[in-house]
């Protein structure tokens, strides 16, 4: 089945820095990516996503690279904010499988 | 947010209690999750339903026994649960499960099995 690896575990960076975090699948399959947002006490809600054909997508702050060949793909917070502090997660899946895989979450804190 | 709600919010049991976690889902969805969250550990697949038909099952103990009456409840029945069950335990909702549609959560109910 798929495997996701997911690092770091824990990013601290100062307000209006990048944050980069970076997951592995092993599943070369797998054909979609979305990044969770769970902020304490809350529910995981999707931020972005993407899919297969293209190798990266943007959404004001954030943005998502994929590399196929590597089987890699990451999230990148620009201007990093305090309320951006929360644990995200990335997930992957193919469309033969019903489920998303989770990688094990990377606790963000952004120091004001 | 009222897409996809669960009831109860917390819970506390005994290892000899019966007890079930609901979830409704308000998005005309026609697939639903349970997912485990336990500390320090990445979101555990428990069960899917499409259809209401339960398509997976990830090697779940038998004390949890799922139910999806139709397309917008499911339960989650607990009996003789263990300490180590203690987690929280989320219920998602999306629409063609094959498909790679965008899965929305529901809050949660906290459980504590003492």
């Known amino acids: 089945g798929e495997n996701v690896e997911q690092h770091p575990s824990t990013l601290s960076v100062q307000e209006g820095d990048s944050a980069v975090i970076k997951c592995t699948y092993s599943?070369?399959?797998?054909?979609?990516f979305p990044w969770y947002k769970q902020e304490l006490g809350k529910r995981p809600q999707l931020i972005i996503d993407?899919?297969?054909?293209?190798g990266e997508k943007k959404d004001q702050r954030i943005a998502v690279t994929l590399n196929k060949t590597a089987k890699h793909f990451s999230l990148h917070i620009t201007e990093t904010q305090p309320e951006d502090s929360a644990v995200y997660f990335c997930a992957a899946k193919h469309t033969g499988r019903r489920a998303l895989t989770f990688g094990s979450g990377t606790r963000l804190q952004v120091q004001p | 947010e009222t897409g996809v709600t669960q009831t109860p919010r917390h819970l506390v049991m005994g290892m000899t209690n019966k007890k079930s976690l609901k979830c409704e889902q308000h998005l005309g969805h026609n697939a639903m999750y349970w997912y485990k969250q336990s500390a320090k550990k990445p979101l555990e697949l428990m069960f899917v339903?499409?259809?209401?038909?339960?398509?997976e099952n990830n090697s779940v103990p038998s004390r949890f026994s799922p139910e999806c009456p139709n397309s917008s409840h499911l339960f989650l029945h607990l009996h003789t649960l263990q300490p180590e069950d203690s987690a929280l335990y989320l219920c998602?909702?999306?629409?063609?499960?094959?498909?790679?549609?965008?899965?929305?959560f529901g809050p949660g109910t906290r459980l504590l099995v003492l």
């Open positions: 993407i899919r297969s054909n293209v």
């Open positions: 599943d070369s399959a797998s054909n979609y």
């Open positions: 998602a909702s999306s629409q063609e499960a094959l498909a790679g549609e965008t899965q929305y």
């Open positions: 339903y499409s259809l209401e038909e339960r398509v």
